[in-house]
């Protein structure tokens, strides 16, 4: 066990170190802003639905059977910790705008970009990974927990950040959306077997669509490092705003995480329609910082931007010293 902590220390510094880059090119503004939004943009727009169709596609219809239990896991998951940070921001001295800010940090995780870069990063340096998981079949099952993950971020997660509804068709029809819906139908149509099929014109067009889909990881990492590097962490008070990122903190990766190993031995382990993938995903799920976009939201909205850089700067650094041990205590009890 000990080698496998080292192996998942050393996939941290890889993302610490492309992360740093990011960070570097935007904090020496070496790079301007705009270059960021567009490569987000990018990001959201292009490769990202890119990568999930052709994740989709490298499934089955089994697999796509399974993937309905993450919908509900999306609902079951945001519940929770909604309910787990009410708790913990009633003990603390937060009222009205600043106590929303932190049910919010604390309520939606970055639910996409982390746990699709973790699935896709982890088996180079830990292979029992990819033995054990594979990469398609929890791409495709964070993709459909996304789903519905997505349009409650950007409607009540917007609202408790910034007091303000912000319900859109856009929010729901994402690009994302639309890659793995086409991913969906083309299983269905049985159109991904000749698209599999190496005697087929279309399978090496579509190896060229799927390299195009793989730059998003790296591109991720250096979009969030420019991110917290961007953060505006003008202080609004050093006791207040550290008692704010560390019950953001506490929800997270405390109390969330004891969420799911509890949610584990009373009753996912019990269930014959469980997998160990099922297992994987929602562990990965329960155990991310808050949603990058958060950060948006309030820069637009001109609220709480004190409170959220830092709480976002806190937790991000605490994910990339955590996540290792959750990650070794998952493979210990788990197996």
Not at 93 to 112: I, Q, V
Not at 119 to 144: H, K, N, Q, S, W
Request: hydrophobic residues 55%; positive net charge; aromatic residues 16%.
């Amino acid at each position: 066990m000990g080698s496998i902590f080292i192996s998942v220390v050393h996939t941290m510094f890889q993302i610490i170190v492309i992360m740093g880059f990011g960070f570097f090119l935007r904090k020496k503004n070496i790079l301007p802003q705009k270059f960021f939004e567009y490569i987000s943009t990018f990001l959201i727009k292009g490769t990202l639905p890119i990568y999930l169709f052709s994740k989709v596609i490298e499934t089955d219809r089994e697999a796509l059977a399974g993937s309905w239990l993450f919908p509900l896991s999306a609902v079951v998951v945001i519940g929770f910790s909604l309910l787990l940070s009410f708790i913990v921001f009633s003990l603390l001295p937060f009222k009205g705008k600043e106590k929303r800010a932190g049910l919010a940090m604390s309520t939606f995780g970055n639910s996409a970009y982390i746990p699709l870069t973790l699935i896709e990063i982890f088996p180079l340096t830990v292979p029992l990974l990819i033995e054990r998981y594979g990469t398609a079949v929890p791409a495709l099952y964070v993709g459909t927990y996304v789903l519905v993950f997505s349009p409650l971020l950007w409607t009540f997660g917007h609202y408790l950040i910034t007091g303000k509804s912000d319900f859109s068709i856009r929010n729901i029809i994402t690009p994302p959306f639309i890659g793995i819906m086409l991913g969906f139908a083309a299983i269905l149509l049985h159109l991904n077997t000749p698209i599999m099929n190496e005697e087929f014109f279309i399978h090496h067009l579509y190896l060229g669509v799927r390299r195009l889909g793989s730059t998003t990881f790296p591109l991720i990492l250096v979009v969030l490092g420019a991110m917290i590097a961007n953060l505006n962490l003008h202080v609004e008070g050093k006791w207040r705003l550290t008692q704010m990122a560390m019950g953001v903190f506490t929800v997270r990766f405390v109390l969330l995480p004891a969420f799911f190993y509890v949610l584990y031995f009373t009753v996912l382990r019990h269930l014959d329609f469980i997998t160990p993938v099922h297992i994987w995903v929602l562990f990965l799920e329960t155990h991310l910082p808050p949603a990058s976009n958060l950060s948006i939201m309030v820069s637009e909205a001109g609220v709480n931007q004190g409170f959220t850089a830092f709480s976002l700067l806190i937790t991000y650094l605490g994910f990339l010293i955590i996540f290792p041990v959750h990650m070794v205590l998952f493979l210990q009890i788990v197996g």
